[in-house]
């Protein structure tokens, strides 16, 4: 039962953990207010921004060879190691980007411009970044686009969606790991399964952007080519995106210095302060993990608070659908809609799409925000949301995206001010 609806933090523990953070239950300005957002912004460490601001503020070069150079030159080393235990991926090369999404373009054009194969494919939900990147090169090198239709019940693409649209001659395939707007995720182990006994070597690009801070990513478990995140997604700072590649994508021509080793991926000189950020960051779930001290090496903390992430969240997801015995959750409030909704939560990330019978998503979101409450609406206009939304045959939803960091209380905080929206605007 805990593994289908969770289990909470301990109210010592959430205490604990909401202090780590910044801007939890307040704004800078020291309103209170629930940041519930947190699928297009994100809490930050209050250890990543002092990691940052510390180690950018030093002037050195890290490519020289005094004391504070090899300082930063070991912070780089070791957030390199920590990226490595995020992803769990002993060889293959780190490629640190100033975006993500970058990245992601320049991961795409190296295996379409350089692996044989008439066709490459991707699934209708991805971010435009991805998205847009197997567009490009697929209409650039004449291959045939083939793209994975969502499943309109549950919100999520269905493995035999993709499944059935690889072949022989499949030179990519391209997905996102969790909906940004439903939160579902993808079956990645029984996905790359299914794909190899196909075509085992067909590249694979994953989207973890949206995933990462929801819930353990392997790539020993699911063997990818190319998968990434953006640490301000994860807890850290904007300004960078880290993508890992497998040894055999790393050494696909790319942009690279001539001088440089052929996996190495990064240009120019990297910020040591974004690898401070990724290394606070593994400290923190590695914290989580050793309050249950099953496992001692990094990586295997890291999982395991990874873990405890996860659980709290579908618990926080079970009562925000719903309810408790004290308020009734988003399935039972008159006048509300729980979107693409399906019981299975641990096929789900902690986001959740939803929209009210007599009041349209910018409105609801100003609704939420008179009563200190940030959401954000999905709409049709915007190029984030309308192909997702077409594909669902929606024209738009309210997103509400809590983390971990958040409470049962706020929760039901949220839940109050849901049923005072729809009883107003009833």
């Given at each position: 039962?805990?593994?289908?609806?969770?289990?909470?933090?301990?109210?010592?523990?959430?205490?604990e953990?909401k202090?780590?953070?910044?801007?939890v239950?307040?704004d800078?300005?020291?309103?209170?207010r629930?940041?519930f957002?947190?699928?297009?912004g994100?809490?930050?460490?209050?250890?990543a921004?002092e990691a940052?601001?510390?180690i950018?503020?030093?002037p050195d070069n890290?490519?020289?060879?005094?004391?504070?150079?090899?300082?930063?030159?070991?912070v780089q080393?070791r957030?390199?190691e920590d990226?490595r235990a995020?992803?769990?991926?002993?060889?293959g090369s780190?490629?640190?980007?100033l975006?993500?999404?970058?990245?992601?373009?320049?991961?795409v054009?190296?295996i379409?411009e350089?692996?044989?194969?008439?066709n490459m494919?991707?699934?209708v939900?991805?971010?435009p970044?991805?998205?847009?990147a197997v567009?490009?090169?697929?209409?650039?090198?004449g291959?045939e686009?083939?793209?994975?239709?969502?499943n309109?019940?549950?919100?999520?693409?269905?493995?035999?969606a993709i499944?059935?649209?690889?072949?022989?001659n499949?030179?990519?395939?391209?997905?996102?790991?969790?909906?940004?707007?439903?939160?579902a995720?993808?079956?990645?182990?029984?996905?790359?399964?299914?794909?190899?006994?196909?075509k085992p070597?067909v590249?694979?690009?994953?989207?973890?952007?949206?995933?990462?801070?929801?819930?353990?990513?392997?790539v020993?478990?699911?063997?990818?080519d190319c998968i990434?995140?953006?640490?301000y997604?994860?807890?850290?700072?904007?300004?960078?995106?880290?993508s890992?590649l497998?040894?055999?994508?790393s050494l696909?021509p790319?942009?690279?210095l001539?001088?440089?080793?052929a996996?190495?991926?990064d240009?120019g000189?990297?910020?040591?302060a974004q690898f401070a950020?990724?290394?606070?960051?593994?400290?923190?779930?590695?914290?989580?993990g050793?309050?249950?001290?099953?496992?001692?090496?990094?990586r295997s903390l890291?999982?395991?608070g990874m873990r405890?992430?996860?659980?709290h969240?579908r618990a926080?997801?079970n009562?925000?659908?719903n309810g408790?015995p004290?308020?009734?959750?988003?399935?039972?409030i008159?006048?509300?809609?729980?979107?693409?909704d399906?019981?299975?939560?641990?096929?789900r990330?902690l986001?959740?799409?939803?929209?009210f019978d007599n009041?349209?998503?910018?409105?609801?979101?100003r609704?939420?925000?008179?009563?200190g409450?940030?959401?954000?609406e999905?709409?049709?206009?915007?190029?984030?949301s309308?192909r997702?939304?077409?594909?669902f045959g929606?024209t738009?939803?309210?997103?509400?995206?809590?983390?971990?960091?958040?409470?049962?209380?706020?929760?039901?905080?949220?839940l109050q001010?849901?049923?005072?929206?729809a009883r107003?605007?009833?």
């Amino acid at each position: 039962m805990q593994s289908e609806t969770g289990q909470h933090f301990d109210e010592a523990l959430m205490t604990e953990v909401k202090s780590k953070f910044l801007y939890v239950d307040e704004d800078l300005h020291g309103k209170s207010r629930l940041y519930f957002d947190n699928a297009g912004g994100s809490f930050r460490l209050k250890a990543a921004i002092e990691a940052f601001t510390q180690i950018d503020a030093i002037p050195d070069n890290p490519e020289r060879i005094h004391e504070l150079a090899v300082l930063l030159q070991e912070v780089q080393r070791r957030g390199t190691e920590d990226a490595r235990a995020i992803f769990n991926a002993g060889d293959g090369s780190i490629f640190a980007s100033l975006s993500a999404s970058g990245a992601m373009f320049d991961m795409v054009r190296a295996i379409a411009e350089n692996v044989d194969g008439s066709n490459m494919v991707t699934t209708v939900l991805e971010h435009p970044s991805s998205f847009d990147a197997v567009t490009l090169y697929a209409q650039r090198l004449g291959k045939e686009l083939r793209v994975a239709k969502s499943n309109r019940k549950t919100g999520a693409i269905d493995v035999e969606a993709i499944v059935e649209l690889v072949d022989a001659n499949t030179c990519v395939v391209s997905v996102m790991y969790a909906s940004n707007i439903t939160g579902a995720k993808i079956d990645l182990p029984e996905l790359v399964k299914q794909i190899r006994r196909v075509k085992p070597d067909v590249y694979m690009v994953v989207d973890a952007v949206q995933h990462a801070p929801h819930g353990v990513i392997d790539v020993q478990a699911a063997p990818v080519d190319c998968i990434n995140f953006a640490p301000y997604k994860f807890f850290g700072c904007r300004g960078s995106g880290i993508s890992w590649l497998s040894p055999r994508a790393s050494l696909l021509p790319h942009h690279k210095l001539a001088g440089k080793k052929a996996d190495f991926w990064d240009l120019g000189t990297s910020a040591p302060a974004q690898f401070a950020v990724i290394t606070k960051i593994v400290d923190y779930v590695c914290w989580l993990g050793k309050q249950q001290p099953t496992e001692t090496d990094r990586r295997s903390l890291f999982a395991q608070g990874m873990r405890r992430i996860e659980l709290h969240e579908r618990a926080l997801l079970n009562r925000m659908l719903n309810g408790s015995p004290r308020i009734p959750g988003l399935r039972s409030i008159r006048g509300v809609n729980v979107l693409l909704d399906h019981d299975d939560l641990t096929t789900r990330d902690l986001i959740v799409a939803m929209s009210f019978d007599n009041i349209e998503e910018s409105k609801a979101v100003r609704e939420y925000e008179r009563r200190g409450v940030i959401v954000y609406e999905r709409v049709a206009s915007s190029l984030y949301s309308k192909r997702m939304l077409d594909s669902f045959g929606i024209t738009g939803a309210v997103r509400v995206s809590p983390l971990h960091c958040n409470s049962a209380a706020d929760i039901d905080r949220f839940l109050q001010v849901t049923s005072e929206i729809a009883r107003e605007r009833g």
